[in-house]
């Protein structure tokens, strides 16, 4: 049937059932709408409410008014009526102004459950506080933000080992894929200043850099992302072993290896590598603290010659060093090829040597042959051992001399028959015993069967006067 408009105080029932499906309401409005249309429900002492199409916004509004139903155009909105609904189904855009509130505590444990259902994607412009736990096929954050974290976890009061983020399941993994930034880094921060990060720069090297100071030390610790190179910007310190399959090269002034002992098992150690040219003296310095000086074994630049000894050099030192030439002691020795076999004591033979050994042994005469260019100065020695005489030139020992002139003249005796040439002196007579001038009392004359003042007996009288200056040659016969 046909609904007419009637005015306001017409209906007044404490209940009012209308079997019509449709209501139609401002239905003589015509060109723009210009006013509110809907339902105010009146309560008394207590604020009215309405449900109203608000032209204004265009949409429909659930309000708190002060309005009676008697108003014609807006109606006054003082504010947002809640709506509490078992379900809502919306197929455009939903704009709540307040709070929703979901008194509904089912807990989610898929797409389909829970106390709100999205079919699509939720945007959230300001803060989203979840007091559970959020499950969830995937998260994407996109932000704008410049001075405030994306994402951001608080956690205070978490045991040790549980972790403010925990990503669990076969393929645990953390992606950073930045599209344009320099550094993509995880940043660990003990405060705005102290913190330590790990990432990867523009060339895409991986890197673990600090900050402290206000700087950040970008050399800290990176690895070559083509090469797989490490470069390291500072002290390493490693408390366990170290091994290195590969080449170990150090670029620096200095290399200190501090250990008891150490092992290389090279078979070649090259010193000075990559020298063009030296100047520098090479080698070893062992450091012996306040025992002494320390010792070296040096190749001497400047002599060409290695040298064992003590210096007052150290490690530090280079160019020319002075070093003080110190005691050797080996087994054995070899010079030029040759095994040298002479024992300590026989090399000492040799010591205070001062000239040319071979050319003072060729002035010496032979141990046997050889002939006396000189007279040999015995002094009070004796020349002992003597054989006897087998030559005319032969000497004779004492005791040889004494057997054979004790037995007189004669053929018998042990010289053969011998002259004896002499020029007389000045004087006249030659004493052939004393070889002086027979003028004086010492003077022995030789009569036959006589004897000269050594006691050898002359077979025969021999005159010794002759002229001046004449030579005379006396056969002195056999005598013994």
Do not use: C
């Not at 059932?17 to 309401?25: G, K, V, Y």
């Not at 024992?343 to 033979?349: F, K």
């Not at 002259?419 to 001038?437: E, H, I, N, S, V």
């Amino acid at each position: 049937m046909a609904f007419t408009r009637p005015k306001a105080s017409q209906i007044n029932f404490d209940v009012t059932n209308i079997s019509d499906p449709l209501i139609r309401l401002n239905s003589a409005e015509t060109g723009n709408a210009d006013k509110d249309a809907g339902f105010v429900i009146e309560r008394g002492d207590d604020t009215n409410v309405a449900i109203i199409y608000d032209e204004s916004a265009d949409q429909f509004a659930l309000v708190n008014t002060t309005e009676t139903g008697s108003t014609s155009g807006n109606v006054t909105i003082a504010s947002y009526a809640g709506l509490q609904a078992g379900n809502i189904n919306n197929t455009g855009t939903l704009t709540v102004s307040g709070a929703v509130n979901f008194n509904d505590t089912t807990g989610s444990t898929s797409t389909t459950t829970g106390a709100l259902i999205v079919d699509g994607g939720v945007a959230i412009a300001e803060n989203l506080f979840v007091g559970g736990t959020i499950d969830m096929d995937r998260l994407s954050l996109t932000s704008s933000q410049t001075t405030v974290p994306p994402l951001r976890l608080t956690a205070n009061s978490l045991n040790d080992g549980v972790g403010a983020l925990r990503i669990d399941g076969s393929q645990a993994d953390i992606y950073l894929n930045p599209s344009t930034a320099t550094h993509t880094t995880v940043t660990f921060a003990v405060n705005e200043d102290q913190r330590l990060a790990f990432g990867m720069d523009n060339s895409s090297d991986f890197y673990i850099t600090r900050r402290t100071g206000g700087a950040w030390y970008d050399d800290t610790f990176v690895i070559d992302r083509d090469t797989g190179e490490l470069r390291y910007g500072y002290d390493l310190t490693v408390a366990g072993d170290t091994t290195v399959t590969g080449n170990l090269t150090v670029n620096g002034t200095t290399t200190t290896i501090s250990t008891t002992n150490s092992r290389i098992s090279d078979s070649l150690i090259e010193l000075n590598n990559g020298a063009t040219s030296n100047t520098n003296d090479l080698g070893f310095i062992f450091e012996r603290g306040s025992t002494g000086n320390n010792a070296a074994i040096i190749w001497d630049e400047s002599a060409d010659v290695f040298v064992l000894g003590t210096t007052t050099a150290t490690g530090d030192s280079t160019g020319d060093l002075t070093v003080t030439a110190g005691a050797l002691s080996i087994g054995s020795l070899t010079l030029g090829g040759t095994l040298v076999t002479a024992s300590a004591a026989e090399l000492n033979y040799v010591d205070g040597v001062t000239s040319n050994i071979q050319t003072q042994i060729d002035g010496k005469l032979a141990l046997t042959g050889g002939t006396m260019s000189g007279a040999i100065a015995m002094g009070s020695n004796r020349v002992t051992n003597v054989g006897d005489p087998s030559e005319a030139q032969d000497v004779v020992t004492k005791a040889y001399f004494e057997a054979n002139a004790s037995s007189g003249g004669g053929a018998s005796g042990g010289f053969t028959s011998s002259t004896f040439t002499t020029t007389p002196g000045a004087d006249g007579d030659f004493d052939l015993a004393k070889q002086q001038d027979q003028t004086g009392s010492v003077e022995t004359p030789f009569e036959a069967a006589g004897s000269d003042a050594f006691g050898v007996s002359l077979g025969e009288v021999y005159s010794m006067m002759e002229p001046l200056g004449s030579t005379i040659t006396l056969d002195l016969g056999v005598f013994t």
